[in-house]
């Protein structure tokens, strides 16, 4: 039916129930009905990065995601990270390293670094370039980005 | 996006069902990004969407078949046919091949089953299949049939898979004796979509090769065989005269086409220096 349905999936570790429309992408969902600004399109094509969101744990671009796919699924957005009041190691690290400059990108390079580091905690340079080559940074933070991740990574294994 | 209706079967044939073999407006969808991109520029509007989520389970995992190929659920997304153990084991070209496919979010949504449905001469994996000598399986109202990638693909985004079929897996055969290697070449970044995609297969016995598959994508209408380069290649002693043969060949058979990631003029070089570096490779492999 092109008439909207009602989904429910966790978000942010929160049971929510919406209603959307089949035609409706992730990222909009999340904007407009969820007021979570963290993921925003950009290319809308799949290629930057800027829209990133976790669906049960995997990097998926929320702009060629349709919003009806998540029912029943776990959605993990950039806002989740410090929910406690804690900044998470990894936006920690690129803070630190000064791993932005307008840091409209970043959102989207902190989620694909999570997902990294829970495959590869020990990633080496071809691995962060591997990873973070669907990402796209216009000011050019590049070499902070991967001090970033290589320090975040650190933190995190205890080293 | 223009609005549409979207149905979830979870059985194949209410999916197949709800398929029109006379409405192209109507179509499956898998991972969606492909229809994703086409839906959102208005070059593809539906009518209907029916997702192929609900059938996951039974179109999922890599298999080891007894005669030692493989068979892949067309449902199986490219992250985890690039992790697979199975996959790695009976033709790692295809592993290979994914570490610069695309980027790792749309490798975490896109299936195989989208992929090759597509028809994208632009796609990695169809040439590396087909040099494979890969198969799909299509289910229609009528039952099953099986058809070679080769002969899947027919023209720019088109293939021979009817409104009211799907790919339900790819069968990939067993590869004992052959080697396989894919050169992707772009313009750009690595991991962009290729301006050409060469993959080669080689049977190589005492420093002849004695059997050759050769198929290019991206800088044809569709990715295809050239039979003519094979034919030269068979049998004859592998030399770097025979190579650069090989490579001159290949650019005046392949039918290359211009594209905003190269002139049809500049590709054709592609393809004679890259056919022989990608032989090379396979060669190497196969004295190992
Ligand atoms: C940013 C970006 C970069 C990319 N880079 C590359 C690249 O470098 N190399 C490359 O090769 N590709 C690249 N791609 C293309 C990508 O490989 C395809 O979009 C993807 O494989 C399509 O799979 P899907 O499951 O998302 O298909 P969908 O979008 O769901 O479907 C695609 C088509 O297949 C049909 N279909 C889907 N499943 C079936 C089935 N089981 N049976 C019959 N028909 C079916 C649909 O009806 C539709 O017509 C890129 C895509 C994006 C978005
Ligand atoms: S906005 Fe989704 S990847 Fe660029
Ligand atoms: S910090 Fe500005 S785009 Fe990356």
């Known amino acids: 039916m092109t008439a909207p349905r009602t989904i429910h999936f966790t978000l942010n570790g929160a049971a929510v129930a919406a209603t959307v429309m089949p035609h409706q992408s992730l990222v909009e969902l999340l904007r407009e009905r969820f007021d979570l600004f963290g993921a925003r399109e950009s290319c809308g094509q799949g290629l930057c990065g800027c829209c990133t969101v976790l669906v049960d744990g995997r990097a998926v671009s929320s702009c060629l995601y349709l919003a009806a796919f998540v029912d029943g699924a776990g959605v993990t957005t950039v806002e989740h990270l410090a929910a406690d009041g804690d900044l998470d190691p990894v936006q920690e690290a690129f803070i630190e390293t000064g791993a932005f400059q307008c840091g409209f990108c970043t959102p989207g390079f902190v989620l694909m670094t999570k997902q990294l580091l829970d495959e590869i905690p020990d990633p080496s340079d071809d691995d962060i370039r591997h990873y973070l080559s669907g990402n796209l940074c216009r000011c050019g933070a590049y070499p902070e980005i991967v001090a970033a991740v290589k320090l975040a990574a650190r933190r995190q294994r205890g080293a | ?288």
């Open chain 2, 1 to 288: 996006m223009t609005p549409f209706e979207l149905e979830e079967p979870v059985l194949l044939g209410a999916a197949l069902a709800l398929l029109d073999p006379e409405d192209s407006s109507v179509r499956a969808i898998a991972g969606g990004t492909a229809l994703m991109l086409m839906m959102k520029s208005g070059l593809y509007r539906p009518r209907r969407l029916v997702s192929l989520r609900k059938l996951a389970p039974a179109l999922d995992g890599v298999r080891s078949a007894p005669d030692g190929g493989i068979e892949i659920g067309a449902m199986v997304r490219l992250s985890d046919l690039r992790r697979s153990a199975v996959v790695r084991a009976a033709a790692p070209v295809i592993a290979e091949t994914l570490l610069t496919h695309s980027n790792v979010r749309v490798r975490n949504v896109a299936t195989i089953g989208g992929n090759l449905a597509q028809g994208d001469p632009h796609m990695d994996l169809p040439p590396v299949l087909i040099a494979l000598g890969a198969s799909v399986r299509l289910a229609g109202p009528g039952g099953e049939r099986i058809v070679r990638v080769e002969d899947l693909l027919t023209g720019y985004l088109e293939t021979v898979i009817a409104n009211n079929e799907l790919i339900t897996a790819v069968i990939v055969p067993p590869q004992t004796g052959w080697r396989t290697a894919y050169a992707k070449v772009t313009a750009r970044s690595a991991d962009d979509w290729p301006a050409l995609g060469l993959a080669v297969s080689v049977r190589v016995e005492a420093g002849i090769a004695r059997d050759a598959r050769i198929a290019i994508g991206a800088a044809t209408e569709t990715a295809m065989r050239l039979p003519g380069t094979e034919a030269l290649l068979a049998g004859r002693a592998i030399d770097d005269a025979l190579l650069q043969e090989a490579g001159r060949a290949a650019a005046a058979e392949a039918p290359v086409v211009a594209d905003h990631h190269g002139s049809a003029s500049y590709k054709r070089v592609l393809v004679a220096v890259h056919l022989g570096r990608a032989l090379r490779q396979t060669i190497a492999g196969a004295e190992r």
